[in-house]
């Protein structure tokens, strides 16, 4: 198993950037696909952006696409996420999530952080 802890949220004004942190605990980190959702109030959980087990393969939304960016750095067990021209629409709770390497980027995550909220105000 792994266990995910966010950090990095925080208020932000529009056009400004954030870059978050996953931290993973456990063991065999490498053997994990990683992705970032986010849930913003009255909405359904979204994929933002997913990694391989190499970080050589990355998947974005299109809503975030050319913004932000996912890397992992395995020795340490961790990946981010760097935001960058940041809207008011990308205000959520952002989420740290893994699963076993294999299938899609975006779907099939089954270990989850208790996230992180990121507000950017207009």
């Known amino acids: 198993q792994v266990q995910l802890g966010e950090s990095g949220g925080g208020l932000v004004q529009a056009g400004g950037s954030l870059r978050l942190s996953c931290a993973a605990s456990g063991r065999s980190f490498t053997r994990y696909t990683m992705g970032w959702f986010r849930q913003a109030p009255g909405k359904e959980r979204e994929f933002v952006a997913g990694i391989s087990w190499s970080g050589d393969i990355t998947y974005y939304a299109d809503s975030v696409k050319g913004r932000f960016t996912i890397s992992r750095d395995n020795a340490w067990k961790a990946v981010y996420l760097q935001m960058s021209s940041l809207k008011p629409e990308d205000t959520a709770a952002y989420y740290c999530?893994?699963?076993?390497?294999?299938?899609?980027?975006?779907?099939?995550?089954?270990?989850w952080g208790q996230g992180t909220q990121v507000t950017v105000s207009s």
């Open positions: 999530a893994a699963k076993l390497a294999g299938g899609t980027l975006y779907a099939g995550y089954n270990y």
